[in-house]
């Protein structure tokens, strides 16, 4: 006589699977919510993208911490303000990727340091310029341009050429990441950083003072003095109570003026979290600090009809940057 198993195991099998996956989906969720509200409140991060400022992401995007957002944007910054192109800025990026993970290291193999594993016997400087962003970026640079023809030589081969590594090959891969963050930082892309705005306040001298190491006194643009600004008023009357460093671009400035500015803008918005930043104003859009899932809104970020009337409006050719207080 043939025996007729009970199904009822399987059955319970099942709906403890079913049940499981419900949960993951729960969870998964809760996690994607909390990150959506707040600017992303819970852990802080940035998305660099292709798309201008005030579009919807539909290129490529790389998503990062601010700790390596903030050193991307210093890299970037560095060669913006050398005026050199964005090829060397993309090839700059993709060898600290790959040396550091953008990560600004106390440590690497032998006497190396920094973003880009740099070595002090080797002559590239001391341990504390070797781990300052800016001189880092700053004297890969000089070596790269010293590289005869390096704009017309593949990644990895330019890489190499300055930084003689163990491993020439492994910079390659990570030229496409560097392409986008490059169209951030340096092009016509954006940057969005999510997490909760800044628990305390922020320096306007200490960005103030960061901008001119970076861009020096360029003479494309005019800041303003020193301390920043409080209280400024706009065409409307109305007034930013917050602290502010604004930066406008001078008459007939050009395309070097303009990408200067979304350098200093997306800059800014990189090292909110590390500054105290809490909104950042450019090309009538602003970007505020745990607001909107940490991206750029229109108009200043105020969403007013008539933009002249918000108080952290920017015209065209400023970058104003708030400070938390």
């Known amino acids: 006589m ?16 079913v049940v499981g996956l419900l949960v993951l989906l729960a969870v998964i969720g ?16 940035c998305v660099a993208g292709a798309d201008p400022i005030g579009e919807d992401e539909t290129s490529a995007t790389y998503e990062m911490s601010p700790e390596q957002a903030a050193n991307a944007a210093t ?43 740099q070595r002090p016997s080797m002559g590239w400087g001391t341990p504390a310029q070797i781990t300052d962003p800016v001189y880092s970026a700053g004297i890969f640079y000089d070596h790269l341009v010293d590289v005869p023809g390096y704009s017309r030589l593949p990644l990895t081969v330019a890489a190499q050429k300055v930084q003689r590594s163990g491993f020439p090959q492994a910079y390659a891969k990570h030229e496409p990441d560097a392409t986008v963050l490059t169209a951030a930082f340096a092009g016509g892309g954006t940057l969005n950083c999510g997490g909760p705005a800044p628990a305390g306040p922020g320096d ?8 001119v190491r970076i861009f020096g006194k360029d003479g494309m643009h005019t800041m303003s003095a020193q301390g920043g600004q409080a209280g400024r008023s706009t065409g409307g009357g109305q007034v930013a109570p917050e602290p502010e460093v604004t930066l406008v671009e001078k008459k007939n400035g050009g395309e070097e003026a303009t990408r200067r500015s979304r350098a200093m803008a997306h800059w800014a918005v990189a090292n909110s979290k590390a500054m105290g930043i809490s ?3 450019y090309g009538r859009h602003g970007w505020i600090a745990g607001k909107a899932r940490g991206r750029w809104q229109d108009k200043g970020g105020a969403g007013t009809k008539d933009a002249a009337k918000d108080p952290h409006y ?8 708030f400070m938390a207080r």
Do not use: C
């Open 2 to 17: 043939s025996e007729t198993r009970d199904p009822r195991p399987r059955r319970r099998r099942l709906l403890r699977a």
């Open 30 to 45: 809760y996690f994607a919510v909390q990150r959506d509200s707040n600017g992303g409140g819970g852990a802080p991060f």
């Open 75 to 117: 890299i970037a910054a560095v060669g913006v303000a050398k005026g050199l192109p964005d090829r060397a800025v993309t090839i700059a990026l993709a060898t600290a990727m790959q040396e550091s993970a953008l990560r600004n290291l106390d440590h690497g193999d032998r006497d190396s340091l920094g973003l880009f594993q």
């Open 204 to 211: 306007p001298e200490r960005v103030r003072a960061d901008l």
């Open 279 to 281: 909104r950042v104003s």
């Open 314 to 321: 920017a015209g065209p050719g400023e970058v104003r940057i």
